[in-house]
């Protein structure tokens, strides 16, 4: 009842490679060979890490933090972005 039932996978398998054929691929995976079982080469590592200095580093106690943190030393000061102050709380046990 209106669809055809018999399927030639050889002509199907066919009719895909001609595709992708006429898409441009004509090899594939590489032209070069590739040992598939060698171990992975290492991930290349950054040269040098790169740190604010010493200098630049925030203040050890809450006050001095808070204090540096709305003032023009923090990094995001040249950032065109209002900054909201934080306001701190002490813990009441």
């Known amino acids: 009842?209106?669809?055809d039932q018999h399927i030639s996978w050889h002509e199907a398998a066919a009719s895909a490679l001609e595709w992708w054929a006429d898409a441009g691929v004509d090899?594939?995976?590489e032209d070069e060979l590739r040992d598939?079982?060698?171990a992975p080469a290492p991930p290349v590592?950054?040269?040098a890490v790169t740190s604010a200095p010493p200098a630049n580093l925030p203040p050890d106690t809450l006050d001095a933090f808070l204090t540096w943190r709305m003032g023009e030393a923090v990094p995001e000061a040249?950032?065109?972005a209002g900054r909201v102050p934080v306001?701190?709380?002490k813990?009441?046990?």
């Open 78 to 80: 040249s950032w065109n």
């Open 45 to 47: 590592r950054p040269l």
């Open 27 to 29: 090899t594939l995976v």
């Open 91 to 93: 813990i009441r046990r």
């Open 87 to 89: 306001v701190a709380q």
């Open 36 to 38: 598939w079982f060698a």
């Open 1 to 3: 009842m209106g669809a």
